[in-house]
């Protein structure tokens, strides 16, 4: 790449396939937008023309108009056919004039109030086709006018050297939007699946926030409006706008402020109403007023959606963590683009595609969070406690290598929900369901090495009482209690199959134990429950008991699961009848 100081010709050489104009560009400030090739041509020979400003080519939100002007000399390239890019695509109006030795002016417009086809090349970026015969000095003169952000990293490429960069720059966009596809159809098939809120408005969020960098990069103009200037310009500040709505409403569902901080819940309802009332006033609001609107007010908007996520994990709230981390990437690259916007950062590779890094990283991290979330949600018992921290572990692991192992996420998240799905969401044990299909098994196995196998029914004594007395919270706290009193028990038959049957009634599947075995079993279970009284969060002391039926399997007569069910059954109905707190078996009293 070949650039002199400001002020010098640029040279092309035979070597030269890209060079950038920023710095040896001048540019003067044409405050009326009244002026013409010829004015800026005087102002030329006047000495207006001033170097950019610390060498940057982003001057912020400007009104008026920009002249730019350099002088380029073909001195040996064979190429004379010269492609000028405007490397950002919502620049309202460029003309440009490319005046030769002879005096002719070659003039071409573009930017994204012309159609889309009028471009040279159908690119995102506006760009201009140049004659640069060798020898000959050329000067160009480049007028810009928008009411976005005045960036103008002007670039002139061969055109070999074009389509090399454009395959880089589109791989990368095509990786970066390959990721948000994998990420909204994983969590939209979790949604389905668990209906969570949490994961609809990720993929609100998710589904808005690539809609605005697809906007940004010139692909919407390309791809979905080509023939609509006006709609290119809405979509901006509308589109900022509702990827905020998106990320106010995810913080608040996500970190739960409704329960855990209403008055940090309350301010995110304000921003999301004003982004709405931002939102429905960009479609009549001049761009120059709704789109640098917007652009602050993502800033105060990230800005506090950090603040709240620091104040929830300095309340001690888990799940906070990840989810500052996520932010702080969003946060970066944000912060980075938006200071280009307003000419307060050099734009670069980092700047430019910062906010697309920063985005997918943050989009991969908040999905992770989210599954924690509902990992932490589905109990708070130890076995799962643990399954939660593993996961967790698995899964900063995997943040390493996400871009290269998205699949294998697919895969453990599928895994995980298949097995979310066979246990009951208030004890932590295998549900019914999952029994049924468990115990199927464990019937063809006892028939096949002609095993004993044993049943047992559990039911909870007087567990309406417990409801009607303290409350159905205070029973649910119970049941998990019960779940974990049977599942200690039970710690020395390696081979039991415990699961919640239904209300208050437990089942278990004892292999390779006969009636004798499985009764005194049944026995150790419920002098567990009776020996240690249930006790909720130190403030109730509640004795509990069950009362225990207990069934001996045939494998060789025996058909299916319901009749085996019924017996069971039957043996605790007798020892409810019996006077409760006792186990009976199919057969008659306790062996």
Request: hydrophobic share 45%; glycine share 8%.
């Amino acid at each position: 790449m070949a650039a002199g100081p400001p002020g010098e010709t640029i040279e092309l050489r035979r070597d030269t396939a890209e060079v950038a104009l920023g710095p040896a560009m001048r540019h003067v400030h044409d405050a009326t937008a009244q002026g013409d090739l010829a004015a800026a041509t005087r102002w030329l020979d006047e000495g207006r023309f001033r170097p950019l400003p610390r060498g940057r080519t982003s001057l912020g939100f400007q009104d008026g108009a920009f002249w730019f002007h350099t002088r380029v000399l073909n001195r040996d390239s064979p190429e004379t056919r010269w492609l000028l890019v405007q490397r950002f695509a919502l620049s309202d109006r460029i003309d440009v004039y490319a005046r030769h030795a002879d005096g002719r002016v070659a003039f071409q417009a573009g930017g994204d109030h012309r159609p889309f086809g009028a471009r040279s090349i159908r690119y995102r970026h506006p760009n201009f086709l140049l004659t640069l015969p060798r020898g000959e000095p050329v000067d160009l003169f480049v007028r810009v006018r928008s009411e976005s952000s005045m960036q103008v990293p002007l670039s002139l490429l061969t055109l070999p050297a074009f389509a090399e960069t454009t395959r880089d720059a589109q791989f990368v966009i095509g990786a970066y939007y390959g990721i948000l596809l994998a990420l909204f159809f994983y969590n939209l098939a979790l949604w389905l699946s668990l209906r969570d809120a949490g994961y609809f408005w990720y993929l609100f969020h998710l589904s808005a926030f690539g809609l605005v960098l697809f906007t940004l990069n010139g692909l919407g103009f390309e791809y979905l409006w080509p023939g609509s200037s006006t709609l290119n310009d809405r979509m901006v500040p509308l589109s900022v706008c509702l990827a905020q709505i998106g990320m106010q409403q995810f913080t608040r569902v996500f970190l739960e402020l409704r329960q855990r901080w209403p008055p940090g819940d309350r301010a995110g309802l304000a921003l999301i109403a004003f982004f709405a009332l931002l939102g429905i006033a960009s479609t009549w609001l001049p761009y120059r007023i709704a789109t640098p609107l917007a652009a602050a007010a993502v800033l105060a908007s990230i800005a506090w959606i950090a603040i709240v996520t620091v104040t929830m994990v300095r309340r001690g709230y888990a799940p906070a963590r990840l989810f500052l981390i996520a932010w702080a990437m969003f946060l970066l690259g944000t912060g980075l683009f938006v200071g280009v916007a307003f000419g307060m950062a050099p734009k670069n590779f980092l700047t430019e595609y910062g906010v697309q890094i920063g985005s997918a990283l943050e989009m991969l991290l908040l999905s992770v969070a989210l599954g924690h979330r509902y990992a932490r949600l589905r109990g708070e018992n130890e076995r799962i406690a643990r399954e939660a921290k593993e996961l967790l572990e698995h899964k900063v692991e995997q943040r390493t290598t996400e871009l290269r192992s998205a699949l294998v996420q697919l895969e453990d998240a599928h895994a995980r929900l298949r097995e979310s799905s066979q246990r009951d969401a208030l004890t932590g044990l295998h549900n019914r369901s999952h029994f049924r299909d468990r115990f199927d098994a464990l019937l063809r196995q006892a028939r096949e090495h002609r095993r004993p196998l044993s049943l047992l029914m559990i039911d909870l004594d007087n567990f309406k009482t417990i409801n009607d007395r303290y409350g159905h919270l205070i029973g649910d706290e119970c049941l998990r209690w019960a779940a974990r009193t049977l599942g200690h028990a039970l710690r020395p038959h390696h081979d039991a199959l415990l699961a919640r049957f239904g209300g208050e009634e437990f089942v278990v599947v004892l292999p390779g134990l006969d009636l004798v075995a499985a009764a005194r079993v049944a026995e150790d279970l419920r002098q567990h429950l009776r020996e240690a009284p249930f006790r909720s969060s130190g403030t109730y002391e509640i004795p509990v008991t069950a009362s225990i039926g207990v069934h001996a399997v045939d494998p060789a007569t025996v058909g299916g699961i319901d009749p085996l069910l019924q017996l069971a059954d039957q043996a605790l109905y007798r020892a409810k009848a019996d006077g409760r707190d006792c186990v009976r078996t199919s057969q008659g009293e306790m062996a």
